[in-house]
């Protein structure tokens, strides 16, 4: 069962309240609620055993397409949440910056190609470690369950209107400039401190 992980700041400069509240309270609250559902109506249509495999709709695709969705929503939205709340300080994160210095010359050419990547998607922008060739990545995503398998998100940044709409209207420009400001790169170190042990 997935457990609602709870808000580190309810607030950050540039970003709600109200817009944190509704993003965590509702919508990611929401893909928890809506795997745990998930999770147990597969349990039970498998252990059934009258599941439908049919391409076109059954219960048994309706599930397993609704699946994906809830779970990335989840892990994305954490990484997202927990991400928020710092001071924007890249120094705070000395080997992961070391390695986007190594891969794209310098912390400030990928984050402002991230940007402009974010400026590209309709859903996610995410720097990954790619585990299969042991190198950072950035990859977007128009939906929650698009991506690189095993590729472990590093930074993810929602772009979805409902992260920016109600402080920044529909610039989305001066929303990722609050995003980077407030982004806890110690945290960010931290994950990559993990990701990058995996090697496949
Ligand atoms: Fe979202």
Redesign the pocket.
């Known amino acids: 069962m997935y457990e609602v992980k709870p808000l580190t700041k309810k607030e950050v400069p540039g970003i709600s309240e109200k817009t944190m509240t509704i993003?965590h309270g509702k919508?990611?609250t929401g893909y928890v609620n809506k795997a745990n559902e998930i999770l147990e109506k597969l349990k039970a249509l498998r252990a059934s055993g009258k599941a439908e495999g049919n391409t076109t709709y059954s219960e048994l695709r309706a599930l397993k397409d609704g699946e994906t969705f809830a779970i990335n929503g989840i892990y994305l939205?954490e990484n997202y949440f927990d991400l928020l709340g710092g001071e924007g300080d890249s120094t705070k994160a000395p080997e992961l910056s070391a390695a986007m210095t190594k891969k794209w010359g310098s912390v400030d050419t990928i984050v402002n190609w991230f940007s402009t990547c974010a400026m590209a998607t309709r859903g996610w922008s995410i720097l990954c470690w790619d585990p299969y060739i042991g190198e950072l990545r950035h990859y977007n995503g128009d939906a929650h369950n698009q991506g690189v398998w095993g590729c472990i998100p590093i930074i993810a940044i929602?772009v979805?209107e409902?992260?920016y709409f109600i402080d920044h209207g529909s610039d989305r420009k001066s929303y990722l400039e609050a995003f980077w400001k407030n982004l806890d790169w110690a945290k960010a170190e931290e994950i990559y401190k993990k990701a990058k042990e995996v090697k496949l």
């Open positions: 993003h919508l990611y939205h929602d979805y409902h992260a």
